[in-house]
C-alpha cells in the first residue's frame, strides 16, 4: 500500500468525523463533529488546490527549460 497524500489524509479524517457524529446521540458532540468534519473537508481542498497548483509550477519549470534549451541550440 502507497502512502497517503495530505489530501487523501484529510478526507479520510473528515469521513471519520462524519461517522462519529451519525453515530452520536449527544447534540453537542455531533455539533463537533461536524465541525471537525468541516475542517478537514477544508484542509482537503486547499491541499487539493497546493497539488494543482504544483503541477502547474513543475509543469510551467519543465517549459521554460526546454526552450531555454532549444534556444541555446541553436
Do not use: F, H, I, P
Not at 20 to 48: I, Y
Request: aromatic share 2%; proline share 0%.
Amino acid at each position: 500500500m502507497g502512502t497517503m497524500t495530505d489530501r487523501e489524509t484529510y478526507l479520510a479524517r473528515a469521513a471519520e468525523a462524519r461517522a462519529q457524529a451519525d453515530a452520536a446521540t449527544l447534540d453537542n458532540v455531533r455539533d463537533r463533529c461536524l465541525r471537525s468534519e468541516a475542517a478537514w473537508s477544508e484542509m482537503a481542498a486547499r491541499a487539493e488546490r497546493t497539488e494543482r497548483m504544483r503541477e502547474t509550477l513543475l509543469a510551467d519549470k519543465a517549459r521554460a527549460a526546454a526552450a531555454q534549451e532549444a534556444a541555446e541550440s541553436k
